[in-house]
């Protein structure tokens, strides 16, 4: 039984359960699309590599795979990894792409990828944290391989070295990988003279609301440090800001928050004054 068929049973056992019973499960799904230039992956190298790089030991029938997919637990979670020989379907990768203002090649790697490897993680009974932390080691251990030129997730295309630098960062400094599993975008307006920021990937997988800075005059450094520093917040508490509240990393900080429509995002947003 492959990783689907596994995943569509238990949402038709989740179904069935009582409400109360469903409402109180983490039904969080984490993925990323590792892009190919060729359609081959060797299964075998990954789990080498998860064992000697990221801290995953798998044996026996957790390392058994087909050539095509491998389905196994670590920690209580179901992750699968599945190559497709085909690129990412609808063009996504291509048209997501244009999004990663940190990498001008973006584009033309999703362009001409030819096949990608899907990797999965459910939660499971475990915190959607847990869950993320796992998807960045598979994708990381993944990007290892020679045909990797790519990875998409989290609404845009990470350059291979910059995904997996950041994640051996965290992952050396027991810190939580927020800049693997959230994009934060970035753009200017009035000529240049302030900077917004978005972020992609908190109501998707953290189940928390996705939030916005609009004409700050902070750098971009600045504004991108602020935005992973509330995100990581948000995610690691699992704090719920609220519009009408505030917000602030100082006893002399207080940001307003509010909601509203978004103009780059679909549906409302929250909007930290920054």
């Not at 039984?1 to 359960?17: R, T, V």
């Not at 999004?99 to 459910?122: C, D, L, P, S």
């Amino acid at each position: 039984m492959g990783f689907f068929d596994i995943f569509k049973k238990q949402q038709a056992q989740e179904s069935a359960a009582p409400k109360k019973e469903k409402a109180e499960r983490n039904q969080g799904l984490f993925a990323g699309s590792i892009l190919l230039s060729e359609p081959t992956f060797d299964f075998d190298a990954f789990v080498e590599e998860l064992g000697k790089h990221w801290d995953i030991v798998l044996s026996g029938d957790d390392a058994a795979h087909d050539g095509e997919t491998m389905v196994f637990y670590v920690d209580g979670m179901m992750a699968a990894v599945s190559l497709f020989p085909s690129p990412v379907p609808n063009d996504e990768a291509v048209s997501n792409a244009k999004t990663n203002y940190r990498w001008r090649g973006a584009v033309q790697v999703a362009e001409q990828h030819k096949a990608h490897v899907f990797i999965a993680v459910m939660s499971g009974d475990k915190p959607l944290t847990d869950a993320g932390i796992l998807l960045v080691r598979l994708c990381a251990a993944a990007l290892a391989q020679e045909t990797a030129t790519g990875i998409y997730t989290a609404g845009t295309v990470f350059e291979p070295d910059f995904y997996r630098a950041y994640a051996a960062f965290y992952f050396e400094n027991d810190l939580y990988p927020v800049m693997n599993l959230v994009f934060f975008g970035l753009y200017s307006r009035d000529n240049g003279d302030t900077w917004c920021s978005y972020t992609y990937g908190m109501k998707n997988t953290f189940l928390k609301d996705e939030f916005e800075v609009f004409d700050t005059k902070h750098t971009p450094e600045e504004l991108i440090e602020f935005m992973s520093d509330v995100a990581s917040y948000v995610i690691e508490e699992d704090a719920t800001l609220l519009p009408g509240q505030t917000i602030g990393f100082t006893e002399e900080q207080k940001l307003a928050i509010t909601k509203s429509p978004s103009d780059v995002l679909e549906g409302e947003t929250l909007k930290i004054e920054f």
